[in-house]
């Protein structure tokens, strides 16, 4: 029999546009707030898609009423609460997602605090679930993780208990069952936690923050889903929530911690070896949740902060060093006691939603700040055993660079020059990423060097179309790539998909001598001695328009390279969406993330055309290619099954003609 569903009546408040200024700050934060009905006391929330529909729902628990609130979001941000499960247990404190019955669809659990048990709700498939099944935790149920504890590849559950002083861990057997490892030791009052590697030997370990005793406690995992106290470190009085996140661009998982009494956030910068550096930040009168995003688009994790007793959210702006900014204040509804935070109308931007005790609301604040990206993540270079990739890398004057610097093999010192703009000596660890950031303000080439292992590659600056994607590896998916000529012995991408009647440039660059290439046989570069052969670092390019479909070579007729050049005709599949709704394009937040053991990657393409999403490791490696193909004009969501992976940070990449985003995940069994 299904569980019992109530029907609500949905109610919107007044959206207002709020905005604050911040002194010494050049970013002004902007959001739009809605205020939502759900149950009697909510205190938790976490994101589904209820209805399978490809937009994100919303599930909330209610803490005084003991009932499950189901708000439905539409694709604008707009949410409307229309469900409510009824046959929860008493209290639920917490709220976690994940497939626990791994029939690809989302389930939900419930930490009952009055009770002292968890409640597990399988999706049906058919837009409701099953009735729960309850499980005995310890005393006072406060928060769960979910996570692969005993590398079996099974989502598996840790669970905070405040009054008897300890964690419960459940071994799950992925048909919606678990068994009990046991009860830890965390120390006096324990309630939230996260579940990462926080030791970095690649099992799962446990971030455990007692509210009684204002310490924080890392338990290291042994893979077999028991725990051993690694260190302790001192926070904030009343410790409420945990966050895990890159808060300084080196790769590494950092902890955020919200403290009621003294509305601080302390922040633990990661070593990634077990150890933490700690810096603290007034935030808030009373700090009950805290998320991590950048909110305001320039490529830095921010914080946000649920402030309960004034009945705000912060707002810290990180600098990508671990720093952060004087707090911004948004007003929400009475009594937030939660943050959660994801992409709710499919503009690309972090947005927010506050579950407010105090009034039975859930406030969504929908991100409206103009991006202030202007960082272009240039390279990773491997070091050690290989070269600089990509070789030569382009960019524009006066923007920015990163460049992501990893290892394989061992831990080095890592010298690398590129004058007259950067000298720097760091320690690169292994599958760690150092950042190395500087604004180039000369055009010209200059030579990168690795000067420890002797390896050297080209960085040109330079103004123009060739800048408009710094990752020159391919400069338009749908229109253009660069050929690397004498700088590797390939043409590189080695498959160009386009599409019929649409125009194509190939750009290409040589970085010791000029020669020329062809294109089979729409195009062929003229001979050396005439006006656009390839020059020597200069960057030369080839405008044609393929009007056959077919297979056809790319021709480094010098040297003999070779690559294939795809044309397709666009594949109709129905009528053309209204362009009116799809505004540019758009590579969202995964969600879930964290994940296990898979997670959605929604996107927008305003136009037809060749579309690749691609993920990669640490190392710059392609894991997997989720999308390889001719995509109309659409929304789309992929879902990344990582089942055979493992543990750890992932990139995902979307190229769409121009257009070429790079977002981070995170995979945690």
Known sequence: MKISILKLLSLHLTVLLLSTQIIGQTTTLQFSLTNVP???????????????????????????GSTISMIYGDEYGSFTLIDGISSVHKAPHAIAVGDFDENGLFDFITANRDDNTIGIFLNDGAGSFLPPSFITTGDGPRWIAVADFNEDNHSDLAVTNRTSDDVTILLGDGSGGFSLVGNFYTGDGPVPLIAADLDGDGLIDLAVANDLSDILVILSGDGTGSFS?????????????ISVGDLNQDGISDLVVASLLDGNVTVLIADGFGSFTSSTYAATAGAFAVVIEDFDGDGNNDLAVADGVNDVVAILLGDGRGNFSEPQ???VGLAPHALISGDFNGDGR??????????????????????????????????????????????PVNVPLRFM??????????????????????????????????TPDIIGTFQIQNIGHGFTGDIIITEGEAAADAKVIELNRQ??????????????PATIRVLKDIPLTIYNISLDDEHWVSIEPWVTAPDPSEQGNVRTRVITKFEFTPTDTGRFEIVHTVHGFSGQLIVANPVITGLEPDVNLIEGYSLNDNYPNPFNPSTTIEYIIPQAGSVSLIVYNLLGEEVTRLVDEIQQADKYNIIWEASNFSSGIYFYQ???GKFVQTNKMLLLK
């Open 329 to 331: 204040n948004f007003p």
């Open 654 to 656: 979307l190229q769409a």
């Open 405 to 438: 610097v990893t290892t394989n093999s061992r831990e080095h010192v890592n010298r690398l020059r590129l004058l007259p703009f950067i000298s720097s000596t760091d320690i690169v660890r292994v599958e760690e990423i150092l950042n190395i950031e500087f």
């Open 479 to 492: 229109g253009a790539s660069l050929i690397h000529s004498n700088a590797q012995t390939q043409i590189f």
């Open 229 to 241: 106290l690694l260190t302790k470190i001192q926070v904030g009085l009343s410790p409420k929530h």
């Open 38 to 64: 759900t149950g009697n006391g909510p205190r938790s929330a976490v994101l589904i898609d209820l209805d399978r529909d490809g937009v994100r729902d919303l599930v909330v628990a209610n803490l005084i």
């Open 350 to 395: 972090p947005d927010l939603a506050t579950p407010n005790t105090g009034d039975d609301t859930i406030t969504i604040l929908l991100n409206e700040t103009p991006s202030q990206s202007s960082v272009h993540e240039i390279s990773i270079i491997q070091m050690l055993y290989s070269d600089f990739f990509p070789d030569p890398v382009i960019s």
